[in-house]
């Protein structure tokens, strides 16, 4: 049996796209508050740490989608795999960077793990827990949602 390629428009995909974009909208505001209280080192690691936020959970999707194409038992290895090596590619982005003079450690370590934890949390609202809709809940302007077909859309 020849395993298929991953559908790139999966929920897995659609919802860290979300995310991602989520994130965009959000390090504006990390990097403000980095600025403010620890300055331009402050603002440069804060816009550091939204950046591996976005790209942790890009690159979980890609794992997931890449291997629940193929098997149950690849995504599980797939999935516990791809958390260790993001914690690895973390932590070779970061001890290199932890003694320069502009790398604050603490709006880094306040971005990380509030971006992934509030990103991760204002999802929730977002995303669609049932079958009919796997990833993100349609807008309620979907013509899903209002009963009508693409054609009386336009």
Known sequence: MIPQAPDAHGP???VARDLARLG?????????????????GGALSSGL?????ITNFLLGAAIIGRTASISPELLMIGVLGGFVLRLLL???????LRDLSWFEVVPFAITL????????????????????????R?????????????????
């Open 12 to 14: 897995e995909g659609e």
């Open 24 to 40: 965009l909208f959000v390090s504006p505001g990390f990097a403000a508050l980095g600025l403010v209280f620890w300055g331009g």
């Open 49 to 53: 740490a939204i950046g591996i936020v």
């Open 90 to 96: 973390l932590g070779v982005v970061v001890v290199p």
């Open 113 to 136: 793990v509030g971006g992934h934890l509030g990103l991760l949390a204002w999802e929730t609202q977002r995303v669609s827990m049932t079958l009919a809709y796997p990833g993100l």
């Open 138 to 154: 349609p807008s309620n302007r979907s013509p899903v949602t209002t009963g009508r077909t693409r054609s009386q859309t336009k």
